[in-house]
């Protein structure tokens, strides 16, 4: 019996593995953005959501009026585009995507709290985009 349980494990990691190496990547919203520094891992401002925000693919969060959002990036737009932020949503409001950064317009929030102005322009890439 301790035999034939290797097969069943090994093909559920095979297919585990199969499943997460099938994202989606999608389109690009801008070819460069903002940070706190060169790897975009620290948090540029806090704001407060100013309205609800459905997010139409895998690329953006959810985010409901008054949530807190930690704000890690800016998308700098190009001429015609709109303007979108990276961040991560903490509260009681759609807890399964607390910790997951996602994009969201910019006009749907307000920046309360800057914690740098001193900000680097890095170029996106196909990551940035990418869906799981």
Request: aromatic share 16%; hydrophobic share 45%.
């Given at each position: 019996m301790k035999g034939s349980m290797k097969y069943p494990?090994?093909?559920?990691?095979?297919?585990?593995?199969?499943?997460?190496?099938a994202g989606v990547r999608m389109d690009k919203l801008a070819d460069s953005k903002m940070c706190g520094d060169a790897e975009c891992s620290y948090v540029l401002s806090v704001a407060t959501a100013l309205d609800d925000f459905i997010a139409p693919d895998c690329r953006f969060i959810n985010i409901k009026k008054g949530q807190m959002v930690y704000v890690y990036s800016?998308?700098?737009?190009?001429?015609g585009a709109g303007?979108?932020?990276?961040?991560?949503?903490?509260s009681?409001?759609?807890v399964d995507q607390m910790g997951i950064i996602g994009y969201?317009?910019?006009s749907v929030v307000k920046e309360m709290l800057?914690?740098?102005?001193?900000?680097?322009?890095?170029?996106?890439?196909?990551?940035?985009?990418?869906?799981?």
């Open positions: 494990v090994v093909i559920l990691l095979l297919v585990g593995l199969h499943q997460t190496s800016k998308l700098v737009p190009e001429e303007v979108f932020w990276s961040g991560s949503v903490y009681d409001h759609y969201f317009p910019a800057k914690f740098t102005e001193d900000a680097v322009t890095i170029p996106t890439a196909e990551m940035d985009f990418f869906c799981d």
